[in-house]
């Protein structure tokens, strides 16, 4: 995971083999986002606002999964 200056999100990663991002948000909770190409995660992860991206174009966009059992944020 990289840490990342967000108020919103807390560390990001992502897997070019799945085409999955993950994000780990501050107030709680972790998920993978399918299909992201290297491209798309190239762009979030050097967008001046890790968090404005997600809420612009992640956020309702992709198919996630929660990786805790209670996350306290819905994607």
Do not use: N
């Not at 050097?46 to 805790?68: D, V």
């Amino acid at each position: 995971m990289i840490p990342v200056k967000s108020s919103l999100i807390r560390a990001i990663d992502y897997d070019p083999d799945t085409q999955k991002l993950t994000v780990e948000f501050k107030k709680g909770g972790k998920y993978a986002y399918s299909g992201v190409t290297e491209q798309f995660w190239d762009e979030f992860r050097t967008a001046p606002s890790q968090g404005k991206f997600f809420m612009m174009e992640i956020k309702g966009k992709f198919p996630f999964e929660s990786l805790q059992d209670s996350p306290a944020l819905q994607p």
